[in-house]
C-alpha cells in the first residue's frame, strides 16, 4: 500500500479542522464562543437591572452587595475560563491554539491545487462550465497569489502558501495571549 495522495490528506484534515467549528460537539470552538457571548448578554442584561435597582426611590428591592459581587466574579471567572480553553494548544482539546498549531504543523499540504480543488474540484476557471464557478475559480487563485506572494504569470499547481503567513498569524495569536 502506497503513502496516501496530498490532495487525499489535505480533505482530511480539513474535513478534521471544520469540525472544530460544528454545532454538533459541545466543545466545538463554535459552541465556546456562543456560551462566552451568550453569558456577557445575561451578564449585561443583569447589570442594566441592577442600574435601574439602583436609581429606583426603593433601595430596598435590589440586589444585595454579596450578590453583586458573586455575580461579577463569577462572570469574569467563567470568561477568563472560556478564552484559556480556547488558546489552548494541548492535543487532546478542540481550541483555536490548537487549530492554528495543526494548521502550521500541515502548511505543506496547502499547495495552490489543493485550495483551489478542494471546494468544487476545479482548477483552471477556464474548465467551469458556469460563470459562477469561474468567478469562485478565479477569486480563489486571487487569494492564493496574495498568500503565496505569487504572480499570476508564474503560477503553479505546487505554489505553497507561504510560510510568513504561518508566522505573522503566530506571532499576532502571541501577541492575544
Given amino acids: 500500500m502506497g503513502k496516501t495522495p496530498p490532495f487525499k490528506r489535505f480533505q482530511k484534515q480539513r474535513?478534521?479542522?471544520i469540525s472544530f467549528f460544528s454545532k454538533e460537539d459541545e466543545n466545538s470552538i463554535s459552541n465556546q464562543i456562543e456560551l462566552m457571548f451568550r453569558d456577557d448578554a445575561f451578564f449585561r442584561l443583569i447589570n442594566e437591572i441592577r442600574?435601574?435597582?439602583l436609581e429606583a426611590k426603593d433601595k430596598s428591592k435590589g440586589l444585595n452587595g454579596h450578590l453583586s459581587e458573586l455575580?461579577?466574579?463569577?462572570y469574569v471567572v467563567s470568561q477568563s475560563t472560556a478564552i484559556r480553553c480556547l488558546i489552548d494548544k494541548?492535543?487532546?482539546v478542540i481550541s483555536i491554539g490548537r487549530l492554528?498549531?495543526?494548521l502550521k504543523e500541515h502548511q505543506n499540504l496547502f499547495t495552490r491545487i489543493n485550495y483551489i480543488t478542494v471546494e468544487n474540484g476545479l482548477y483552471d476557471p477556464k474548465d467551469c462550465t458556469t460563470d459562477l464557478n469561474s468567478c469562485f475559480c478565479s477569486a480563489s487563485?486571487?487569494?492564493f497569489d496574495k498568500l503565496s506572494s505569487t504572480l499570476p504569470g508564474s503560477r503553479t499547481p505546487d505554489d505553497l502558501?507561504?510560510?510568513?503567513?504561518?508566522?505573522q498569524v503566530e506571532i499576532n495569536w502571541k501577541k492575544l495571549n
Fill in 15 to 17: 474535513k478534521r479542522w
Fill in 51 to 53: 442600574g435601574i435597582r
Fill in 71 to 74: 455575580l461579577d466574579r463569577g
Fill in 90 to 92: 494541548r492535543s487532546d
Fill in 100 to 102: 492554528l498549531d495543526d
Fill in 141 to 143: 487563485h486571487d487569494t
Fill in 161 to 167: 502558501i507561504g510560510g510568513t503567513v504561518f508566522t
